[in-house]
T-cell receptor, first 117, second 113 residues
């Protein structure tokens, strides 16, 4: 079974509108972390936001927020006030187990977001 | 601040030739280091990780190998490249014993002819 599922291969959003990118995960470990990365066409992976499984509040970083619904095992990324520079691939990722010497992270297949002027 | 350098940015190699991709991290000590491969339009596949000098673990058996000769240096190698080795290779580091995210280099686009 897929550990990280991103069901939207591609999304369009109008500039200045908000957009939600979906991510569901599968783990039986009580301690885990969820990440979102942005990959522009140039290829580099840019860390956006992190949510720990024990965090009580949803993570926010500027225009990015993570809608964490633990019971539903979902960790959707919300981008507010979309900008043309937000056009990129977005990857959801999960680290299972407590932080330790080795941090194995599983990535989803990504969602390609295109912002329309 | 910490930085990660990866080179070369682009590489075109014939089938059967050797490979050496290098990654170095600055501004931190004892990092976890990782090599990933990304096929076109796909997610990331973990190839190797290292928690210390000389300590390499392989996630996917293949004709690639990795080495960590120094604390902040991670090298991906092959003796004989295959067509299937084409892809985008990313090096990453993370702080050991923490829940902080992995940080990636700019990647190497490898094309095998």
């Amino acid at each position: 079974a897929q550990k990280i599922t991103q069901t939207q291969p591609g999304m369009f959003v109008q500039e200045k509108e908000a957009v939600t990118l979906d991510c569901t995960y599968d783990t039986s470990d009580p301690s885990y972390g969820l990440f979102w990365y942005k990959q522009p066409s140039s290829g580099e992976m840019i860390f956006l936001i992190y949510q720990g499984s024990y965090d009580q509040q949803n993570a926010t970083e500027g225009r990015y927020s993570l809608n964490f619904q633990k019971a539903r095992k979902s960790a959707n990324l919300v981008i507010s006030a979309s900008q043309l520079g937000d056009s990129a691939m977005y990857f959801c990722a999960m680290r299972e187990g407590p932080s330790g010497g080795y941090q194995k992270v599983t990535f989803g297949t990504g969602t390609k977001l295109q912002v329309i002027p | 601040s910490q930085t990660i350098h990866q080179w070369p940015a682009t590489l075109v190699q014939p089938v059967g030739s050797p490979l050496s991709l290098e990654c170095t991290v600055e501004g931190t000590s004892n990092p976890n280091l990782y090599w990933y491969r990304q096929a076109a339009g796909r997610g990331l596949q973990l190839l190797f990780y290292s928690v210390g000098i000389g300590q390499i673990s392989s996630e996917v058996p293949q004709n690639l190998s990795a080495s960590r000769p120094q604390d902040r240096q991670f090298i991906l190698s092959s003796k004989k490249l295959l067509l299937s080795d084409s892809g985008f290779y990313l090096c990453a580091w993370s702080v050991r014993d923490s829940n902080q995210p992995q940080h990636f280099g700019d990647g190497t686009r490898l094309s095998i002819l």
